[in-house]
T-cell receptor, first 114, second 113 residues
């Protein structure tokens, strides 16, 4: 059974640029959630995708957007990067409608905006 | 407005003793609670969970207790081992359509040999 994987591991971008982060869900999981973890904080919910549709969104502006593909992998896109977007971005997968409470996390992508 | 609070940023315990990590919540709609463990440079790892219809759940050395009237839960680790040293996050879900997790800020547990 393959776990959740994320790429890239680290990324440095300049303010105003755009970034795309990728996530492959755990085998058999059809739901992907994205979280932002700032330094010294717990993960904060950005949004969730279930069967390629957005299924709930946290308190993040529209410049945070996402996609889920037929194989249930997912992308997080952030436009017009700001310094405060520097954080660890975590992807979590789960089985929609069955064990959706337990979400399994990838190792994260560390984004630094300068 | 922090709905899940872990008021102790850190905890230090001797190997073999009990570790007790605490978590308080304010949202009455939360009906499922989870504990995650996080090592540096890794994502959070699911540890144990509890539904609001229970007051205790046990898995090996890990036990979670839920006190709904006090809106409080705790994670007990007995006996503590040096490999348990990590940041522990309490998380809660209100179910609904997306079961999003709301996390506390975490508690750094250090188990000393």
């Amino acid at each position: 059974e393959t776990g959740v994987t994320q790429s890239p591991t680290h990324l440095i971008k300049t303010r105003g640029q755009q970034v795309t982060l990728r996530c492959s869900s755990q085998s058999g999981h059809n739901t992907v959630s994205w979280y932002q973890q700032a330094l010294g904080q717990g993960p904060q919910f950005i949004f969730q995708y279930y069967r390629e549709e957005e299924n709930g969104r946290g308190n993040f502006p529209p410049r945070f957007s996402g996609l889920q593909f037929p194989n249930y992998s997912s992308e997080l896109n952030v436009n017009a990067l700001e310094l405060d977007d520097s954080a660890l971005y975590l992807c979590a997968s789960s089985i929609g409608g069955v064990s959706i409470y337990e979400q399994y996390f990838g190792p994260g992508t560390r984004l630094t905006v300068t | 407005d922090q709905q899940v609070k872990q008021n102790s940023p850190s905890l230090s315990v001797q190997e073999g003793r009990i570790s007790i990590l605490n978590c308080d919540y304010t949202n009455s709609m939360f009906d499922y609670f989870l504990w995650y463990k996080k090592y540096p440079a890794e994502g959070p790892t699911f540890l144990i969970s509890i539904s609001s219809i229970k007051d205790k759940n046990e898995d090996g050395r890990f036990t979670v207790f839920l006190n709904k009237s006090a809106k409080h839960l705790s994670l007990h680790i007995v006996p503590s081992q040096p490999g348990d040293s990590a940041v522990y996050f309490c998380a809660a879900s209100a179910g609904g359509s997306n079961y999003k997790l709301t996390f506390g800020k975490g508690t750094l547990l250090t188990v000393n040999p």
